[in-house]
């Protein structure tokens, strides 16, 4: 499956952001989908994670809870990851990955396709 990330830019600190995530497939409702962040000089550390089909398990990092949130929607075979109240150390390329592995993996290897990465840029 093909991933194409978006969404991503400059805001202020405070500010809300949501990214999006387009893939090629129909078979997109049968992928566990994750977001990911690589800041730099960093590892790519685990964001968030979507169950398969409907999306009823949700993950996310200790982090982010309380102010992003993952859905997607399979008729548009789209990710999403709404981000509220960003912090500067949110600054990173924000990537989406999917995984056909059992049960709602957040290892990075876990996930085998990757989108480009979208740009977050928190600054004032």
């Known amino acids: 499956v093909q991933l194409q990330a978006s969404g991503g830019g400059l805001v202020q600190p405070g500010d809300s952001l949501r990214l999006s995530c387009a893939a090629s497939?129909?078979?997109?409702?049968?992928?566990?989908m994750g977001w990911f962040r690589q800041a730099p000089g960093k590892e790519r550390e685990f964001v968030s994670s979507?169950?398969?089909?409907?999306?009823?398990?949700?993950l996310y990092a200790d982090f982010v809870k309380g102010r992003f949130t993952i859905s997607r929607d399979n008729v548009k075979n789209t990710l999403y990851l709404q981000m509220d109240n960003l912090k500067p150390d949110g600054t990173a390329v924000y990537f989406c990955?999917?995984?056909?592995?059992?049960?709602?993996?957040?290892?990075?290897?876990?996930?085998?396709?990757w989108g480009q990465g979208t740009q977050v840029t928190v600054s004032s």
């Open positions: 990955a999917a995984s056909a592995w059992f049960g709602v993996p957040t290892n990075p290897a876990a996930f085998g396709y």
């Open positions: 979507i169950d398969r089909g409907s999306g009823v398990e949700t």
């Open positions: 497939e129909r078979t997109f409702p049968d992928y566990v």
